[in-house]
């Protein structure tokens, strides 16, 4: 049988979750979680940006699946994955303007940050975006050997990278690290390293350093 693969365009409705400051918002964390996380499950991670002023959205992937017989989602698999990287990308920008109609985020400082799998999401994002963030937060993978170097390099102009990785990490090891600082490095591409203690994991202590930068 002769299979003729092609593809069609259609609708879906992304979940997203926020925390729900009170004040003028002075900061904006735009977090994307990884492999086999919910949106309402990894916002909580961050509670101790949770205030008046700080608001934090988790956007969640449009592929769901049950891991353990719980809902999961997932941001792409190998399959169709060109097709999966434009979608999400289109999503996201989609979503940040939508967010931006609701707040009034002109005097906020915009960050954004990716764990494990989202850390790929977090770079084709920030590339193709002109949302000026100014702060890029990686935790705990690789680097996508892929990107777009050349729009990366653009934006990160007007930011700063930290990538953070876990010393105790058994799924991002040192190894794994090192291959991602050479691959940067080659394409003349800086940022900070911070290494703190725990595993794969959002470490608030790993934070201070982050929170305290300015540019």
């Known amino acids: ?21 009170s004040n003028e918002i002075k900061s904006l964390w735009f977090v994307i979680h990884g492999y086999a996380q919910l949106a309402s499950d990894f916002i909580r991670s961050f509670d101790f ?6 608001l934090i959205i988790a956007p969640e992937g449009l592929s769901r699946f049950y891991s353990r017989s719980l809902p999961a989602a997932s941001w792409m698999t190998i399959s169709d994955r060109e097709n999966e990287i ?9 979503l940040l303007k939508y967010i931006s109609g609701k707040y009034d985020l002109k005097n906020s400082v915009k960050n954004l940050l990716g764990f494990s ?12 975006s002109d949302a000026d963030f100014k ?23 007007s930011a700063e990278m930290f990538y953070l990785r ?12 090192q291959k991602s600082k050479f691959l940067l490095e080659s394409n003349s591409i800086k940022f900070n390293e911070i290494v703190f203690r725990g595993s794969h994991e959002i470490n608030k202590d790993s934070f ?3 929170l305290n930068y300015n540019k």
Do not use: W
């Open 1 to 21: 049988m002769k299979i003729i693969q092609d593809n069609f365009k259609t609708g879906k409705t992304a979940r997203y979750c926020t925390n729900s400051p």
């Open 117 to 128: 799998q989202g850390v790929h999401t977090a770079v084709r994002f920030f590339a193709h």
């Open 86 to 94: 434009h979608d999400y990308v289109f999503y996201l920008t989609g």
């Open 208 to 210: 201070a350093e982050i």
């Open 135 to 157: 702060r890029l937060v990686l935790c705990s993978s690789d680097f996508p050997p892929d990107a777009d170097f050349g729009k990366f390099a653009e934006n990160l102009k």
């Open 49 to 54: 940006l949770d205030n008046e002023n700080t």
């Open 166 to 177: 876990g010393r105790d990490d058994s799924i991002f090891t040192e190894a794994d690290f």
